[in-house]
């Protein structure tokens, strides 16, 4: 690909890419048609759209052609360009688009007869577009131009001519270089400044809109895949990040399977905090979770149930993988059946069953495949409040250490009612915060009034939600940005990692 063999990218035929992309897959379908495609790249300022144009590049191949920045300030601005985008596909339009040469290469064009001849027949392509296309005769598909921007590239097109007669006008000039690009099978990439509609739009096979806004009072990058023509937009809208100079989209959450699981490594606490098990969640938390503290997590409607199975899954392991004990009122989404089975795999049946007691609604003895489900009825908090605390007393003294404890809130609150339980939650926080135990206590939609008092109890406020089918997670005490949240199990073991949103 004359320049652009390099790990990872696959040959003409195969398409764009064959290792983990940072770009969509519908931009990569579009752009993977044999007759090359024009996709319109739009835009306000400092949205993104020249490091996702930079992204197109490094998976395809491709020129590079700016009004605004040369070589040299685009490998200092951006990580990693330079092994990937060689200086000679990186073309500074403002210095090949000089006024004095366009002036002087005007001269020699025949002049414009209206009545009998079309400028686009008199008049060749401009130097700039000449040597773009030199450049495009000698690479091989797919192959990505990139013109950044469209708009300063046209700020040339009414260049006067010798003897006072104006040069190329705009829709000329486009008309030229669409009709140059659409008979060379090359994916021509435009980008343009502000969000309107313009003609542009109707011409190309694919537009997308980069917009930063504010949400919760914190910013958030999203992409708008307004058109795409011959390919299936699967998810219309996606959320973006910046981070580390690079353009990174994220996708819908979907846990990672390890190819060969292995039991949990613990992450080790410190004195003074437990780890949560991810190393990217620790640092957010300052270092992981202050011991003795109390954890409110509110999942938003719309988080699929496996967010927070993992979250829960991989709190669970780190705190038993280190001889410590787990008590649970299970959130109603969380399959407890399926939650036993991943710490099976994870810790051990043995390991599990002797530290775990996840407290179910009922009056039955302990079932022998299930030694970790401890019954209770439920009838009266003050009474059940006395017998979680035996049983707390109990495995407090067989292990030594502090005590996991994950609570439903949406469970306790169907059984007791809002007002009776809200009377406990004081009471559960200075219990967790004397015996240095880690409590978390999970919300979900529709118990706002009971979320508030939680809040208020609590030192720590996760939120996690969902936006354009990602995952978000981030921190409202004390206060983070957002967050995209996943999962990556290479080591045998899943664990989620945080990407922030910047």
Known sequence: MHGFERAGHRGPDKGCIEMASQVPPEVLHLLNHPDGKFLLVKGKAGTGKTMFCLELIRECGGLYVSTRINAERLYEDTPG???AVPPDFIMDAAAEVDENILKDFLKDTPAKDEKKKSVMNDMPLPPL???????????????????????????????????????????????????????RAVNLVMVEEGDTDT?????????????????????????HLRKMRGTEIWNPEYLYTLHNGRFHYFEPFVPKIPARPKKWKAIPDTEARFSSGSDDL???????????STILLD?????????????????????ISQGRALMMVSPGVLDIQA???RMHRDLGESEFNGLAKIVEKGGNPIV???????????????????????????????????????????????????????????????????????TIRVTRPGMASLTRRCANVSDVYLRMVELNGAVVLYSEKP??????????ASGGNIRITLDPIV
């Not at 409607?301 to 705190?319: K, Y």
């Open 81 to 83: 360009l330079e092994e």
């Open 129 to 183: 577009f000449k040597r773009i296309l030199e450049k495009v005769e000698v690479a091989q598909i797919p192959f990505v131009v990139v013109i950044d921007s469209w708009d300063a590239i046209f700020a040339f097109s009414d260049v006067q001519k010798s003897g006072g007669v104006k040069g190329w006008t705009r829709d000329e000039l486009r008309t030229m270089v669409i009709n140059a690009f659409r008979s």
């Open 199 to 223: 003609q542009m739009d109707f011409l190309v096979d694919g537009v997308i809109e980069f917009k930063r806004e504010k949400w919760n009072d914190r910013i958030v990058r999203t992409m």
């Open 479 to 488: 206060r983070s940005s957002l967050y995209y949240m996943d999962t990556e």
């Open 368 to 438: 022998k495949d299930r030694p970790y489900i401890h019954s209770m009825k439920f009838e009266n908090l003050r009474q059940d409040f006395n017998d979680w605390m035996y049983i707390y007393r109990a495995i407090r003294q067989k292990t030594g250490q502090a005590i996991l404890e994950v609570i439903g809130i949406d469970t306790q609150e169907a059984r007791y009612g809002e007002d009776v339980y809200k009377e406990f939650l004081s009471v559960s926080s200075e219990v967790t915060r004397n015996e240095g135990n880690l």
């Open 282 to 292: 620790d640092r957010l938390l300052g270092g992981g979770f202050k011991k003795g």
């Open 299 to 319: 999942v938003g409607g719309g988080v699929p149930d496996a967010a927070l199975e993992q979250l829960i899954c991989q709190m669970t392991a780190n705190f």
């Open 339 to 341: 939650f036993a089975q």
